[in-house]
């Protein structure tokens, strides 16, 4: 019994103990916490205080830590760009833009608007995209560029706002003054006749923007203006971007490639009344089409005649002849940058007998990855813009406002090599030598000379007083931009101007 009582008292003793030990474990855990926590708080008021940069150190090297694999996850990370300040300045107005036209026309306009805002002193809306032309392209502004970027990397020139503020909105429809500016109009003409509008009617809406700035003439810093918007304020998309160089780096696996811009789609075999190679239905197709638009001023055109005088897209089967004839052989990769061609693989049959590697971006991708974009006319002709621009070699079969914008950032880019063809003259040697009067050699050796200087070299743009239609387009050439100083003389020649059929 003694034994049990023992054991009894030395597990009583053993309880009372335990709470004790426990207490002290608890209360010195306690201590610890809040005696870490202070200390934490005082390094952080610390840190704040004196912006420590330990803290900052730690700080960087962690957020580099985890950027690191996703910079090598994301191919097109970069860090994020800095902008010049906004300029502080008195707005006289607020200038809204319908831009009209494809979407090289209404690049060049956003261009020519934020110039025409700069030097009236006044705050652009974000310009609103054709909607209802031809195209039927229901793309807004930030659907095709980077709206985020077009407007912060400008604030140092030109206030840039994504609509008119609501102050305005409610009397908008009875004091904004709708109107299209006067065609390659100068300086004098803004200043003069469209500033004033603005002192009675705060918001002004051009409703027409092709072509309303002159190509020459204008002060330099105006001109270096829509440079810097063409070729570094309007990026495209960041997905526009990313397929556009996916489809770049297949494209170079092959090695060196060719973009041909076979302008030779439905609705520019209409506008332009060429028909040459098309059935009688399709002729008549295209000359229901012409009537069917309003805008489209001439009706009854007179095909032969219009190819005579170079005015008509080069056909796929004369292409394929220029192509051999400048020497290009058959395993030379050709990216096609065109839409749907008329008349379908009957009309490609001789250029993919004469270049078998013909490739275009609805057979290089998946579906999944152009299917965002299609039925989006614009948004596809961006793809082709930027493999364009980055070709080894850049052909158009056409001089229209594709051609010259990217011909003119292939000059920005270092004068990379652009074919521009003289079509009246190949339509000439193309006769002859399908007559049989002119041998191959002799015409291939005629095709070579006469564009010689005609690959995109830098030169001056060619004026005409008066004629401005007629002139070199300032976005095709735009020299201002592209040398400084006494070095554009030695660059240019004083007498080297281009001639652009």
Known sequence: MEGVQGRSDKLQGASAVIPRSRLRVWFIRACSSIVLWTCLFQLVTVSELWRSHFFLGITSRIHHTIQRPLQAHNELAHPPPTFLPPRNYTSNGFLRVSCNGGLNQMRAAICDMVAISRLLNLTLVVPELDKKSFWADPSNFEDIFDVRHFIDSLQDEVRIVKRVPKRFSRKIEQTTLKMPPISWSNEKYYLEQILPLFG?????HFNKTDARLANNGLPLDLQKLRCRVNFQALKFTPELENLGQKLIRILSKNGPFVALHLRYEMDMLAFSG??????????????????????WREKEIVSEERRLQGLCPLTPEEAALILQALGFDRETPIYLAAGEIYGGERRLAQLRAAFPIIIKKETLLANDDLQQFRNHSSQMAALDFIVSVASNTFVPTYYGNMAKLVEGHRRYSGFKKSILLDRKKLVELLDMHQNGTLPWNEFADAVRKVHERRMGQPTRRRVEADKPKEEDYFYANPYECLCEGTKCDDLLGALNFSQIQ
């Open 274 to 295: 060429c028909t040459l190679g098309c059935t009688n239905e399709e002729a008549e197709e295209l000359k229901r089409m012409r009537y069917a638009f309003p805008s």
């Open 200 to 204: 009675k009617h705060k918001v002004v």
